[in-house]
């Protein structure tokens, strides 16, 4: 079958000078949110995280909030929930500023056009159109919500495979050249030395409808999709899957605990071997036998120690290790079971 070629970006010197890399907290948000709605068959590597996050999205009552309305099961979803950020990294509560300080035409705009697309909006999102700044910050802090519910305590895990995509990318930019990185990104995705074709966009698109540049993003929970966002004047963002999906939510090496005992002591070795998911004092002392009051001090100590982070879950506090906490557990398993530093994860 031909692929037609539905969408055409020419670059001049100064746009392919602009190409950049972002690790996005709110692309991640509104990926994940979308995942969340979808049977859980049409992405099974993602199977383990939505059996853990989708019970407590629907006790917080986000499933019927203003994400519900806003990212709908497939489509159109409104540009400004993806502000192109400033820096490579940016925090979860800078780019959640950026959605903040979005200009109200921008807003209404997004609305018009998803309106278009649902044929109508529900009440919340009609009073989000008629009055921005007074519902900003329910949506604000509904989507902070959701971050410590779905994504914080596992952020250490995804952002790990979102810099080890662009440090992937980057390092093929330094041995081959920009052009080489645009070709392998997405199959739907091709450069021919002046211009990028995307061969699955169902609207036009070029550098008249466009910002400068080009900013790219790794995400974990595209699916196979690519997703592009263009809102001038700010540069086309183009959300791929990035490499390593596959293996993101595979259990870690396990490792030897009787060294790490050694240095940490026992007990707080087995609870960071038991974090492998997060998980409450609760279920961590049902897990190993500790005493509720023994998890909770270990755990005190572990965070002050920068190996684990605190999150709330409704009435609950989740435990999550942190990237130091992987580390550590990946040095102290057994060699031919290691990751290697700085090693390309696999397709997914």
Known sequence: MRVVVLAELEFSASDLAQVRFAVSPMWQVVTSFRLLSQHPSAYPVHG??????????AAAGLDRGWLAELIPPTG???????????GPTPTPAAELAAVQDAPIERIRKD?????????????RLRSLHQDPHTHLDRLT??????????????WARIRAVLD?????RARQVAEHG????????????????????????????????????LLLVPSAFT???????????????????????????????????????????RSRTRLLAELDTPASTTQLAHRTGLSPAGVSQY??????????????????????????????????????ARSRPGSDPPHA
């Open 111 to 123: 609305l018009d056009h998803l309106e278009y697309h649902q044929e109508r909006l529900g009440p």
């Open 223 to 265: 699916g196979p999709r690519l997703i592009t966002r263009v809102a001038p004047p700010e540069p086309p963002q183009l959300a791929y899957p990035a490499r390593g999906i596959g293996s993101l939510w595979t259990p870690g090496p396990t490792p030897d605990t009787d060294a790490l005992a050694a240095v940490l002591g």
């Open 164 to 168: 080890t995509d662009t440090f992937h």
């Open 299 to 336: 755990l005190t100590a572990l965070r002050n120690a920068g190996l684990v982070t605190a999150h709330r879950a409704g009435r609950s506090v989740l435990y999550a290790r942190t990237t130091a906490a992987e580390t550590l557990l990946n040095a102290a398993a057994p060699p031919d």
């Open 76 to 86: 159109f979803f409104p540009y400004f929930l993806n502000p192109a950020s400033a």
């Open 141 to 154: 802090q509904e989507i902070q919500t959701y971050w410590e519910l779905a994504l914080a305590p596992y």
């Open 178 to 213: 920009a052009g080489h990185v645009l070709n392998d990104l997405h199959s739907a995705v091709r450069w021919d030395g002046s211009a990028l074709h995307l061969n699955r966009r169902s609207k036009p698109l070029s550098r008249t409808t466009s910002g400068p540049g």
């Open 48 to 57: 383990p995280w939505i059996q853990q996050v989708r019970p407590r999205v």
